[in-house]
């Protein structure tokens, strides 16, 4: 086990936890039962370097990309065959350890032509940075095409980077932590002037001069606030994802990092979230944040958690990892379910996801150690990491 294993990645507390016990014998059989009845399983498709994302890209369905937290991109063909080389290698750009390093990778609906793509990583002052490349071959990155296209100053603290990306049209979201510490003590995630803790949306192509432009409905264009701000009030979104199951409008599913009591789980449409104020750190799940002496007074119509759990949950828990709702490419057993996973227990569970609360909350008999990501590829196929290095497709029926 390296050093950036044994201080988990995403681990919320100041202290670092011991992985527990996930429930009793009896329990976990009936699981293992209950998952073997509907054919759930993880099928390994590889080994790496403490993965921390994995994806596939538009008009390439038969590639997979690879993150690895210590700076590298690996492509994985067909015949789940690893390239020797490294799709990309920002090693010497990016400074890991602990909640630091690379930590996704996003490519834009027009990659088949444009060939661009961007990556979420901590550089070697702590700064969150979004850069730019493009692809040389199908399985090679231009590393002399990277153009940053934003830095977000993540001064003192080396906790709390969020780390996702995800392109839906042509904007490009992403979620930032609160800046670390614990309880946000610079009140970063409520104020608006601040780009950590929120949920922004960019167009990251030049526009003008600039290195990327925002979209005029964004909610605070115009308005105080950060132009590029959508949604406010997250303390370390460190996993979203985008729910286009329905032929409504899309959805959003944020996996919010609690502090020391509470996972929570934000679902909303994508309308809804523009503007939303998520609570942090006037709460933590449902229940006020006055922990440490800190807190921030409710500042009234915040949007709550569809779902929060607390600590003693599966033998203790630390840090929830948002997954997808499942899709037509994935098992059966889980359509229309939204699945999801804690860093320190392991388990892999699923619910149903409404607007107000979700429903059906429970285990899918699936246990993997130190999940780091969940990752969807071009045919609705679900994976998940394991910062221990194996990472599995999901299968079933």
């Known amino acids: 086990m390296t050093r950036r294993a044994v201080s988990s990645l995403v681990l919320s507390?100041?202290?670092?936890?011991?992985?527990?016990?996930?429930?009793?014998?009896?329990?976990?059989?009936?699981?293992?039962?209950k998952a073997k009845r509907s054919g759930l399983a993880l099928k390994r498709i590889g080994s790496f370097d403490e993965p921390t994302y994995v994806t596939s890209a538009p008009g390439n369905p038969g590639l997979l990309?690879?993150?690895?937290?210590?700076?590298?991109?690996?492509?994985?063909?067909?015949?789940?065959?690893?390239?020797?080389?490294?799709?990309?290698?920002?090693?010497?750009?990016?400074?890991?350890?602990?909640?630091?390093?690379?930590?996704?990778?996003?490519?834009?609906?027009?990659?088949?032509?444009?060939?661009?793509?961007?990556?979420?990583?901590?550089?070697?002052?702590?700064?969150?940075?979004?850069?730019?490349?493009?692809?040389?071959?199908a399985r090679r990155a231009a590393r002399s095409s990277r153009r940053n296209v934003i830095v977000i100053p993540h001064p003192v603290n080396a906790n709390h980077n969020g780390g996702q990306l995800q392109f839906l049209g042509d904007l490009l979201y992403f979620g930032t932590g609160d800046g670390g510490a614990g309880g946000d003590p610079p009140n970063n995630a409520q104020n608006k002037e601040s780009l950590l803790g929120k949920l922004l949306r960019i167009d990251p192509r030049p526009s003008n001069g600039r290195p990327y432009s925002v979209p005029a409905d964004n909610p605070f264009v115009g308005k105080p606030g950060r132009d590029e701000i959508y949604s406010y009030g997250l303390r370390n979104p460190f996993r979203f994802s985008f729910d286009t199951t329905s032929a409504e409008q899309p959805r959003i599913a944020i996996g919010d990092v609690g502090q020391n009591r509470f996972e929570e789980l934000d679902y909303t449409t994508l309308a809804a979230a523009s503007g939303a104020n998520f609570g942090w750190d006037a709460f933590e799940g449902y229940h006020p944040y006055e922990e440490e002496g800190s807190g921030t007074p409710d500042p009234g119509h915040t949007t709550k958690p569809i779902m929060a759990y607390d600590r003693s949950r599966d033998g203790g828990t630390c840090t929830i990892i948002g997954g997808y709702v499942v899709g037509a490419g994935g098992p059966p057993a889980l359509r229309g379910r939204y699945l999801y996973a804690d860093y320190c227990s392991g388990v892999l569970r699923s619910l149903v996801p409404h607007l107000r609360r979700a429903s059906d909350d429970r285990r899918t008999g699936l246990t993997i150690s130190s999940p780091t990501s969940f990752g969807e590829d071009g045919r609705g196929r679900l994976y998940v990491c394991s910062q221990q290095g194996p990472v599995f497709r999901l299968t079933g029926r």
């Open 13 to 33: 507390a100041l202290a670092l936890v011991a992985l527990p016990a996930c429930g009793s014998a009896q329990q976990h059989d009936a699981e293992q039962s």
């Open 65 to 137: 990309f690879v993150v690895e937290q210590p700076g590298t991109v690996h492509v994985l063909g067909p015949g789940r065959q690893r390239t020797e080389r490294a799709f990309l290698d920002l090693r010497a750009l990016v400074g890991d350890g602990g909640e630091r390093g690379l930590l996704s990778i996003a490519f834009p609906d027009d990659y088949r032509r444009s060939g661009r793509f961007y990556v979420y990583y901590t550089d070697n002052e702590g700064n969150i940075r979004i850069d730019e490349f493009h692809r040389r071959t």
